[in-house]
Nanobody, 116 residues
């Protein structure tokens, strides 16, 4: 089992920045990748960014390339999403997930609201 807790969401003006964190606990050594997803009202949940273990390889949605950066701490217990040049269309609930063989775990989500 893996437990995930997100933090760092909030209200920001367009052009501003936020940094999201996702703290993992439990069977951390079983995690092969972690990701950020988001879901806006009336829309499907979509991938924002992924970071793989142990390579550290990353992947981004086209809509956030060049603006968002996914990273993790050295221990691999905490994942971050640095969000720069935020736009109103980035408004959503942001979820982190952890991928293990045969399962995916999700956090509870954190609201990000970007005002124009």
């Amino acid at each position: 089992q893996v437990q995930l807790v997100e933090s760092g969401g909030g209200l920001v003006q367009a052009g501003g920045s936020l940094r999201l964190s996702c703290a993992a606990s439990g069977s951390i050594d079983s995690i092969i990748g972690m990701g950020w997803y988001r879901q806006a009202p009336g829309k499907q949940r979509e991938l924002v960014a992924l970071i793989m273990r142990p390579t550290g390889g990353t992947n981004y949605a086209d809509s956030v390339k060049g603006r968002f950066i996914i990273s993790r701490d050295n221990a691999g217990n905490t994942m971050f999403l640095q969000m720069n040049s935020l736009k109103p269309e980035d408004t959503a609930v942001y979820y982190c997930n952890a991928i293990v063989v045969g399962n995916v775990y999700w956090g509870q989500g954190t609201q990000v609201t970007v005002s124009s």
